[in-house]
């Protein structure tokens, strides 16, 4: 059974940090990039962050870039987002994904849904 179970979201003031884990199974764990996407209320899906598990290329949407910081562990087949400088509109459910290692650079860009989502964890921020 494929499994992708985030954790690490909570509620943080502005500024501060987190740091988000997405566990995989299932699955061969480098035959795909894992990607981060967030989803506030209202608004569309839209990727943050995504790396080749193959080669460790990693990608960043412009408004994280320099905040966050996308790594992974492929002992423990987990990737990890850890989010520094939290801003009130970084407030969102944050998901990540498995996606064809292709499209890792396309989906911080525009949305590609993913082949395989996890069931998501929030992320709020206060001002």
């Known amino acids: 059974e494929v499994q992708l179970v985030e954790s690490g979201g909570g509620l943080v003031q502005a500024g501060g940090s987190l740091r988000l884990s997405c566990a995989a199974s299932?699955?061969?764990?480098?035959?795909?990039?894992i990607a981060w996407f967030r989803q506030a209320p209202g608004k569309e899906r839209e990727g943050v962050s995504c790396?080749?598990?193959?080669?460790?290329?990693?990608y960043y949407a412009a408004f994280v870039k320099g905040r966050f910081t996308i790594s992974s562990d492929n002992a423990k087949n987990t990737v990890y987002l850890q989010m520094n400088s939290l801003k009130p509109e970084d407030t969102a459910v944050y998901y990540c994904a498995a996606v064809r290692d292709e499209i890792c650079g396309v989906v911080v860009v525009t949305f590609v849904p993913g082949d395989y989502w996890g069931q998501g964890t929030q992320v709020t921020v206060s001002s």
């Open positions: 790396i080749s598990i193959i080669d460790g290329s990693t």
């Open positions: 299932g699955f061969t764990f480098d035959d795909y990039a």
